[in-house]
């Protein structure tokens, strides 16, 4: 019913295996099933992640990932009913901590070293759709 | 006088004979009598028509479409006095369920098997003039 | 699931007979049921009708009120989600032509005899509204 | 950090035993020791909860209300960093299916018998606010 | 159709007899007719008129007022589509030149002697809703 | 003094001779000398006319177009004060009854049929500067 | 024509004989005669002045002020059109170096020992609208 | 200080000898001593200048010019503290009477015979920046 | 010359021997010959201070506070040019950790236990506000 | 946490030796270290430096600026918490005094001998903003 857009971030738990390729793909997977768009930051300690679909397939993928012990100290930054998608284009889409990504963080927080819990809601979003412009150029 | 744009959406009745061709052919032929503009959105399930013309016209045409045993289930969802149509060019354009038009859809619903009668004002407006715009091209 | 207004204006068909009062009181069970509500204006010769609702309802109850032959020359004039109802407290509040109200018309419109579908929306909401103040004074 | 406020809806879970008073009282205590102030609305059958805080503790305590089986089908409506709380004063204020609260929710809904995942996020917010507002006077 | 406010102002022509309550009065006359409603300042050299109603009826009323010989040097100022009429309860206020009306002609124009055609649109509309608000008091 | 812009519409009388091309010669010339600028719609039935230039010299000029016996029902639609002017390179620009200026008419109005006295101040003056856009291109 | 606000600042020259009471007198005169009014600061050592009136008028008392030895270090401030004047009622109004009038001083400016030539515009025209305020209760 | 924008038009005094490109040639070298930017229009008739610079610099130089004889009728249209010039590239440009500029001058006044003190400050400042960017192409 | 507004955070220096009542004395005595005004909170372990004043005194007096060893953890929040004072009648205001007071911190702050530095600039802004309010009825 | 811009301007100490490259040098390592960027000017008299970062950092490394004698009489003009910063490619660009960076100079201030201390913050950025787009051309 309502499109909605959902912004969290998180720390990832390093006493859980993780592989982030594996993961991605089961990821994309689920939310192609649950029309799920979205990004996600991922630079080997932290997460942002945008998810944009129904409010109920956001809230439900939202609570399944809020419980998954592969990360912690989750933040919910911000979340609202929009009028479009801002990442039609991908079912997960995967910013990895490159170095053309990585010069992009400095605009948008107080440090090259990623700290999205103390992001506000606008440089977090301002941050995840840069990298999308850069990345679809 | 009040020239007006309004916005609905249905369900294709599937009790009913329908020929998408025909129909639109005779609808264009009456919208012209009645000097209507505006788009149509068939998939083999669902509706969203927009039309534009005199508050009067618009009104007459809709309720012959309200009664209609072909959809069913139809939902006014917007009614506006208007500046300046946003579809002049087109007496009833045609949005199928083509492979570029259902990449659009995504972008504005909370999934990409159209539910418009669970979609808002601004994004189905949004999705149709979107449609008009890759159909222009 | 949207919270819809819609305002229509007509006239009455001179050649059916018309009780207000009973109808109202059937329109009333009916919004009741449906969880409508809103405003009539009638004035024995035009009717100015506000519905507020669920979209569902309020299409439903206005397509079987735009085919009811105790009116005719419908004009839907405007139909829009909204945050909150104006006439939450009426299943369907009832303006007649008595002094006070008859005041109220040249301020929103071109001639102390109603030509509601000659008027624009916003005139006829606020002409609706300024009446409902009015009478809850 | 970011003072936030967050809004979901949820469904009583008929399955479990409940106890709202109870439920209520654990809240609070465990609200204060986390900084929380917020409202719940609970008539039974349906939950809306606002919660207001600091952006760890309102995602915390919305992580642990979301995988409370006491309730289900919960959609996180809104979440976003604020400048003030809207219910400083309560931990966790309670509205009741009352005569007085239920007036309120035909103004905000398409029915008297609430839904709150069909709602808005404005318009639960109002419904919130206009609550607050009546138990205050 | 459209509700129309129109300001002009003028001079009144010394050569012809002029007599003001006797205008005035036919004037009140023809406007009841025609559904006008307005206000006129007369100080014994110049006229401001606001005339409200249908744009047809505001239109003959003003063609006919700007070919009525006992005024000259006719200036429009003014003329638009408006939601409401400001003027409503009076077929056509007047203001002549008291005191108390004199205190407020300084607060919107250049001088205390009124020169209505070197006077601005927004001065002079707001001239006679000050004078409006004095004399309703 | 006060840069101005008049719009108004009124019907071709047939009772009398015209001569487009004569008229606006006659137009064009008296123009120039009284610094007016504008344009001109004429398709055999209507007339659209702009007008802008001193407040003074617009109202003397449209005094005299309004008792023109060669158009009738005459509206004005709007006349206001404005920085700067729309058409400022025609004495009086002309618009015919041409293809390529009839499809503009639809967009702004509710027929091809162009009723221009029914038409809102913001739809009529949208057609006319449409038009000088394409004339100009 | 042009209905004009200026606002100047200078300091008091005390190489030359001066009386507050004897120049507010000669300038009332002078002001009533052309029609400005305004209000007057002096504390023995600046002068904060506001002019209202036509723009002809403002200008020349203007440059017959600026050129007026008993001050210097003038500083034209800030002057506009506008819609209405802000001191009607006085041809002169004068605030001297009262108790009540210095406790506003501060408010706008950084010092109670007001440098009128170092301060806003917004944060002079401020000072001298709160002075009136406190001056008509 | 307050980076200030001054304009104000005068009518050329016919009885003294001037001398254009001498009296630009002296302003030139006074301006850039006070770091006085700006824009002279001379037509043979009437002056429109702007002036750009400090508070104080531009006060001084405004008065200077308010005494030079071989204008008059000078009045103050506008004077406002800004963030940036708009002519920072000219110590005093100047605009002639060429056919180029003519052109413009019809576009924001009431006759191509330049009035400009019955101009409004928009028109006179929109014309003067016109100037500017159709000289420096 | 810049009327300014600085607010700043801090924590209060365990390590140096700290008296409220004397500290506030001088600072009074030093903010009035420096024309500062402003309000403090101190609670016995943080510090919010707004100060107000010329943009040269505001930063004098920053620059002195921002060294004293009394406090440390000094966090510049905000600075801004401004039109008029909000804390015009206090050389500098104290809000001690009273119970009114306290009660307002939650509004503003993610804990009733105050850590400014951790609080956007409008949520200390209105927390100060708010606190001069009550603490002026 | 609060990602910060600050703006400040001062006066070279002529007492101090002072090395611009060799201080230079060391900012930008430091910035590094602190995540701090931001641009200076510096022609040899006033320097004008914005710093963008943490909150704490920003405070920190201004507090250090702040009391080095190498600068006086300098002025805190503007420090706002911020969404992106503008000078996210320079540890800390460097603007001399060459001839194209004084061409912009004059454009926002007062005089081209640069006085920051009497300039207002929106100039002050506004020129280091455009240093900033010409220097990276
Ligand atoms: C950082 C991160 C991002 C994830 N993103 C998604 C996602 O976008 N969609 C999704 O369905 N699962 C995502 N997952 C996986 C879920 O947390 C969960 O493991 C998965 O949905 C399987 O859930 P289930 O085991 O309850 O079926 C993500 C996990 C992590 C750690
Ligand atoms: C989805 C749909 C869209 C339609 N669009 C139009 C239309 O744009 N204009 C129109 O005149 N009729 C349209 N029609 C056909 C009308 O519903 C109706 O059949 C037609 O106007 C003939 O009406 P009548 O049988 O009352 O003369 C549409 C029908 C359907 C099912
Ligand atoms: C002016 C007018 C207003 C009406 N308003 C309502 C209304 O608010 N709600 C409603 O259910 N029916 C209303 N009706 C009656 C309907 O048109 C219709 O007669 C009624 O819903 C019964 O419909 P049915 O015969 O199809 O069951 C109105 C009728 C008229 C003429
Ligand atoms: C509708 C509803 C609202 C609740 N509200 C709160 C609340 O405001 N704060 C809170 O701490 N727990 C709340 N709870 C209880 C939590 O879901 C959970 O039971 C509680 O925090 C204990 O969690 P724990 O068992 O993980 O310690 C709520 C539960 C329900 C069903
Ligand atoms: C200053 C002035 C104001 C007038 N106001 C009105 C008016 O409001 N309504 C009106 O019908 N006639 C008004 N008139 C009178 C008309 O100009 C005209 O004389 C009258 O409408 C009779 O027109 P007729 O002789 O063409 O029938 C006014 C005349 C003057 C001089
Ligand atoms: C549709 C129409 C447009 C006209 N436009 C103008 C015009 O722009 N300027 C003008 O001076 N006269 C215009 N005229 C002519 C005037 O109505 C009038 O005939 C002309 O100004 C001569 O007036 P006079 O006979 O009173 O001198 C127009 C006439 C018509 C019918
Ligand atoms: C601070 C100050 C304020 C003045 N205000 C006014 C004023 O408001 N109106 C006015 O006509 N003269 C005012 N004057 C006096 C004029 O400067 C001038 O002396 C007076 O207009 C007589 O001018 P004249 O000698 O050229 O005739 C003021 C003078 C001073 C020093
Ligand atoms: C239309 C006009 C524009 C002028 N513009 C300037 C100018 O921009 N800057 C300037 O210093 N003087 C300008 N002057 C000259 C001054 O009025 C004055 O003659 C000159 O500053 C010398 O002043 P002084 O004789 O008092 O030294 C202008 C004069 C006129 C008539
Ligand atoms: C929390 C705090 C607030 C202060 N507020 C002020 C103040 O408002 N004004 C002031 O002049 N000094 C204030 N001071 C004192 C200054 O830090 C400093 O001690 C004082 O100005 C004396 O400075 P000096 O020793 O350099 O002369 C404050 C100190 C602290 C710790
Ligand atoms: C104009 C000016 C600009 C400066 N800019 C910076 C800067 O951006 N970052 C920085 O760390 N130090 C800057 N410094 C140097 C500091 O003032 C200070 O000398 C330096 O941080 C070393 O501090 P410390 O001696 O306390 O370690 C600047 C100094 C001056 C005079």
Not at 16 to 41: C, D, E, H, V
Not at 61 to 80: G, K, M, Q
Request: aromatic share 10%; proline share 3%.
């Amino acid at each position: 019913m309502y499109l909605t857009r959902l912004l969290y971030v998180s720390d990832y738990n390093r006493d859980r295996p993780f592989n982030a390729a594996q993961m991605l793909k089961s990821a994309i997977a689920k939310n192609r099933a649950n029309q799920i768009t979205g990004a996600l930051w991922f630079d080997g300690r932290q997460f942002i992640q945008v998810l944009e679909g129904g409010r109920h397939a956001v809230s439900e993928t939202y609570h399944r990932i809020a419980h998954d012990e592969r990360h912690n100290n989750i933040e919910l930054v911000s979340c609202n009913s929009v009028t479009e998608r801002f990442f039609p284009q991908w079912s997960m889409g995967y910013f990895g901590d490159t170095l053309t990504n990585q010069q992009t963080i400095l605009r948008y927080s107080t440090s090259d070293k990623l700290i999205p819990n103390e992001m506000s809601p606008d440089s977090l979003l301002g941050l995840m759709m840069t990298l999308e412009l850069k990345n679809l150029e």
